[in-house]
């Protein structure tokens, strides 16, 4: 078959993250590549995620190779020409101009079979979901002990779908309004959000499936992403919202992350923690580690409650800070010992706990 080697590599590039580097099976560490009806269909697995990319293309002959996945993919990226004519006999032979490869092909009766997925269809609309996913990801916890919160919560309350992500030390969720009626709690496993931002891309809608054994598959710019739900109960979120009478700060977005970035710089391992002083009119940033030195800086702010000192994790308030695009940010604060909150529109809620200061 020929094919015009940008095509094969915008289709390889989503499924080549997802293959084992040390495959206990041997057998994953191969791509499937399937032509039929003129269609050029590539697979690739690790057990968990399932990816299936669907290309139109100009190929009469009917084909099905199974080649090593990544080693594939490299010779892909350096071949110098743009037509590739694969041929496959025993061996896969690859020609592009004067150069030609040859790979080894596994059985493809030995390949995993794809789950047929059938159930409760839903439709979104693509690019408010992957802004909203992109706004959260950082929050998902990577504790293999926590094995609930490795993934983002999808929570289904009729017309209304709140993600949720938390690693226990903050929480970001956010809310999208939809045409759906449904209520349902699924857990989707962070290594497939990744690759779901991705393949949406441009996309105006993506279809979701969920099926009754704990299997989800996410239809987007022909491709198919099928996938076990992490089996775990998560947390109640809601019961993690703050309670009490709250003051209000008021304060520049860049001017706060630049001056809080510039206190990490004294942050060690056995000195984390850094201060925000809140005054009538200012915030103090500071940093003082032992053995070290010291960074302090003030900001002007709005801020209309009594006069505190908040210990916090720098790096918690840098990756929310970094992904708020108003000028002003609003940070809601009980007392010292609470979480704060930060709320932006009515469509994101970032929740962060403060650190004990020395």
Do not use: W
Not at 34 to 55: Q, R, S
Request: hydrophobic share 40%; net charge negative; proline share 4%.
């Amino acid at each position: 078959m020929k094919i015009e080697k940008k095509l094969l590599i915008e289709n390889l590039q989503n499924l080549i993250p997802i293959l084992p580097t040390n495959a206990t099976l041997p057998i994953l560490s191969n791509i499937v590549l399937t032509t039929e009806n003129k269609k050029l269909v590539l697979l690739a697995t690790d057990l968990e995620i399932f990816i299936k990319k669907t290309t139109e293309i100009k190929i009469e002959e009917d084909e099905k190779i199974c080649v090593r996945g990544k080693k594939f993919y490299e010779i892909i990226q350096a071949l110098p020409e743009d037509i590739i004519t694969l041929t496959n006999d025993k061996t896969l032979k690859i020609e592009n101009g004067k150069c030609m490869f040859k790979l080894a092909t596994a059985q493809i009766e030995e390949y995993p079979v794809t789950p047929e997925i059938k159930g409760t269809k839903i439709k979104l609309d693509a690019q408010n979901l992957k802004e909203k996913l992109n706004k959260i990801l950082f929050a998902v916890s990577f504790e293999e002990t926590r094995y609930a919160l490795n993934g983002i919560l999808f929570d289904f309350i009729g017309n209304k779908l709140n993600l949720v992500a938390t690693d226990g030390r903050r929480l970001a969720l956010a809310t999208i309004k939809h045409e759906n009626d449904i209520v349902g709690k699924f857990i989707i496993p962070q290594k497939v959000i990744n690759n779901l931002i991705k393949i949406m891309g441009e996309e105006k809608k993506i279809e979701i499936i969920i099926s009754e054994d704990k299997m989800i598959k996410f239809n987007c710019n022909n491709t198919e992403i099928i996938t076990r739900l992490i089996d775990a109960d998560y947390p109640n979120y809601l019961e993690v919202f703050p309670k009490g009478e709250n003051s209000i700060l008021k304060v520049n977005t860049q001017k706060l992350y630049q001056a809080i970035k510039r206190a990490s710089i004294m942050v060690t391992q056995d000195s984390i923690a850094l201060a925000i002083k809140l005054e009538k009119g200012k915030i103090t940033v500071s940093k003082n580690t032992p053995d070290l030195g010291e960074e302090k800086e003030v900001i002007k702010a709005e801020y209309d409650g009594e006069e505190r000192t908040i210990g916090f994790n720098p790096k918690y308030l840098l990756d929310n800070l970094q992904i708020i695009d108003e000028e002003i940010v609003e940070i809601e604060i009980i007392n010292h010992e609470k979480p704060v909150v930060i709320k932006i529109n009515s469509e994101y809620t970032y929740i962060i706990l403060p650190m004990m200061l020395n």
